[in-house]
């Protein structure tokens, strides 16, 4: 695991019930996001600073998150939809129920907030319900990690108390394990290539090229790293920031958990990673329920 109003300087495009299509920021014609605080309502809160999206709260956060959608540090890019014939009724009776297709099957539950990482400091409140959000094509999480041949896609958002600090929980399932497995390979090999491909794109915008990405746990089924870097505005947020991401496979799901710390001048990125490693356990003991 968006919206069309802007976090610090970051735009996206509203597409979409639920949760939020971003606008394509590589020429693609859609992208679906996760974008809590841009959707309007009846008292319009202040936009989140952060390079994470997620969804609507309901706390602090605007209100009507039920429905709007959530914005992520990542948006997810989804290629148009090829046209779809029209079904046709089983004309033969049917000994076994048909499949419910995966984009409608009961999303695996969230992280409790308590669970998500510096909660003590941020007391994580979530941003409405989980979304099954549409996703037609690739899947985009950030700079680096772009998956496909996912076939659903549920998110999750949660708020920080200061306002400007979003958690996502993006959960995709996969047509089998092995396809699962390849996706969860595929994150861990792009990150673990992350920090050239974050320099490459800030020398692109006359950025300082100072992106510096670690891995900070890993457990038989996970890994978590952290990204320390002037961020590139589109995907991110403009400005010094620490993005940590969490990926856990199980079975035919892959759970992609990230949150990100924007630094000022008052209060410099400062969560403790060691705690990442019991982060990687939370989410994996989730997915297996």
């Not at 859609?30 to 319009?44: E, K, L, N, V």
């Not at 202040?46 to 959608?69: C, I, Y």
């Not at 290629?79 to 009724?89: D, E, F, G, M």
């Not at 990150?191 to 510096?212: F, G, I, V, W, Y």
Request: charged share 20%.
């Amino acid at each position: 695991m968006s919206m069309s109003r802007k976090r610090r300087s970051r735009h996206a495009v509203l597409a979409g019930a639920g949760l939020l299509a971003a606008a394509a920021v590589y020429g693609v014609s859609q992208q679906a996001i996760a974008s809590a605080t841009d959707a309007p309502t009846a008292s319009a809160a202040a936009p989140a600073t952060t390079g994470a999206a997620t969804p609507g709260a309901t706390t602090a956060a605007p209100s009507a998150t039920t429905t709007d959608p959530v914005r992520t540090t990542a948006p997810v890019r989804t290629k148009a939809p090829a046209a779809t014939p029209p079904s046709t009724p089983p004309t033969v009776a049917q000994s076994t129920p048909p499949r419910t297709p995966a984009s409608n099957r009961k999303p695996a539950p969230a992280l409790d907030p308590v669970q998500l990482p510096d909660n003590d400091r941020q007391q994580w409140k979530p941003m409405g319900e989980v979304k099954s959000l549409p996703l037609v094509g690739e899947f985009q999480l950030n700079e680096c990690v772009t998956l496909d041949r996912a076939t659903a896609w549920h998110q999750q958002g949660f708020l920080g108390t200061t306002r400007d600090i979003i958690a996502v929980q993006d959960t995709l399932t996969f047509p089998d394990e092995a396809t699962a497995k390849a996706a969860y390979r595929a994150t861990v090999d792009a990150m673990n290539t992350c920090e050239a491909t974050s320099r490459a794109l800030q020398k692109q915008n006359a950025l300082p090229q100072d992106a510096a990405v670690r891995q900070t746990a890993t457990t038989a089924d996970g890994t978590a790293w952290q990204r320390r870097w002037t961020g590139v505005q589109g995907l991110s947020s403009p400005g010094d920031q620490a993005n940590h991401v969490y990926a856990v496979q199980q079975g035919r799901e892959l759970a992609l958990l990230h949150f990100d710390e924007v630094a000022s001048e008052a209060a410099a990125p400062s969560y403790d990673f060691r705690g990442d490693t019991a982060v990687l356990r939370t989410l994996g003991a989730q997915l297996d329920k």
